[in-house]
């Protein structure tokens, strides 16, 4: 079985908070975190925290390492690159990324 993937509008740039995170809610009831990271990139990553087992990621302190930038959970404060979702701490865990794009002001997730 395929699943199928389109763009979701998920909100304006204008409700993102740079170098912050936001919660927003995908049509299949998955919650993502968004970070606009800068004046322009914006990352995409499940709100879940798969240490701490709750949607918390989002509230997570932005950091960068090496040219990498990653959010550290707000409860165990295991890192997680935005880019590809990989724990910079157990690289035995992953968190699932999205592709992000803006049209017309808005911002879509791929998912």
């Known amino acids: 079985m395929t699943t199928e993937h389109s763009w979701q509008p998920i909100c304006s740039t204008s409700d993102l908070i740079k170098n912050s995170g936001v919660c927003a809610l995908l049509a299949n009831q998955e919650q993502v975190a968004l970070f606009q990271v800068g004046n322009d990139k914006i990352y995409a990553v499940s709100n879940f925290d798969p240490f701490g087992k709750a949607n918390v990621l989002y509230r997570g302190l932005i950091g960068e390492t090496k040219g990498d930038v990653y959010v550290a959970s707000p409860l165990l404060k ?3 690159m935005l880019s590809s979702g ?4 157990d690289d035995a865990y992953t ?3 999205y592709e992000t794009r ?3 002001g808005e ?3 791929l998912g």
């Not at 990989?86 to 701490?89: E, G, K, N, S």
């Open 78 to 80: 295991q890192r997680f």
């Open 102 to 104: 803006i049209t017309d």
């Open 86 to 89: 990989v724990c910079l701490d």
């Open 95 to 97: 968190i699932k990324t």
């Open 107 to 109: 911002l879509e997730i």
